[in-house]
């Protein structure tokens, strides 16, 4: 049911973003082919779920500098065998900040496909972000062992501490966005 529901939400985002439409692709060509991609041992790729997730008073996002790959970035992470991609979201910006959060819609805020390298036994693989946006209760986080720190970053200064394209697409994307 999860799978069927992420394949409408893949439909409506290519409708919204016409220009990402080989995302898409790519996409559903991975749930149409590897029964197994939302688990962490699928190298063709799998899905992970991400939370963009803005403070309750807006104009500012939380950012982890990530423990693994070193780089400021948005919450989220696998999937865990878990194929509601929503749920994903939620809990991984629950578990690695420690606030409550609600999405601000049900809609696919942004997806990408990015390489995660070698490391240890996994091979070099890629990764099938699907990220939401969600809306802080509160202001005060908590750092996890999965960050280096945790930011609350001011839109328009996310390229200070990130070059990462996209991210950046992201804060381009919160027009779109309903108002919190």
Not at 40 to 61: E, F, K, Y
Not at 75 to 92: F, I, K
Not at 132 to 161: G, I, N, R
Request: glycine share 6%; hydrophobic share 40%.
């Amino acid at each position: 049911m999860a799978r069927s529901k992420l394949q409408m939400a893949l439909q409506a985002y290519a409708l919204r973003y016409p220009d990402e439409g080989d995302v898409v692709v790519r996409f559903r060509a991975l749930l149409d082919e590897h029964p197994r991609c939302f688990h962490n041992d699928c190298w063709a790729g799998h899905i992970t779920g991400s939370a963009w997730v803005l403070h309750p008073q807006g104009g500012r996002v939380l950012l982890t500098h990530h423990k693994k790959l070193g780089r400021w970035l948005q919450l989220g992470g696998h999937s865990d065998g878990d194929e509601d991609t929503w749920q994903v979201a939620t809990r991984e910006a629950v578990e690695e900040s420690g606030l409550q959060v609600h999405r601000l819609d049900d809609a696919v805020f942004d997806l990408d496909i990015h390489d995660i390298p070698a490391r240890k036994n996994d091979p070099q693989h890629a990764h099938f972000d699907v990220r939401f946006a969600f809306v802080a209760q509160s202001a005060d986080f908590s750092v996890t062992d999965e960050s280096h720190a945790l930011a609350w970053v001011p839109v328009d200064a996310l390229q200070e501490y990130t070059d990462e394209w996209s991210v950046l697409r992201m804060a381009q994307k919160m027009a779109v966005l309903p108002t919190i």
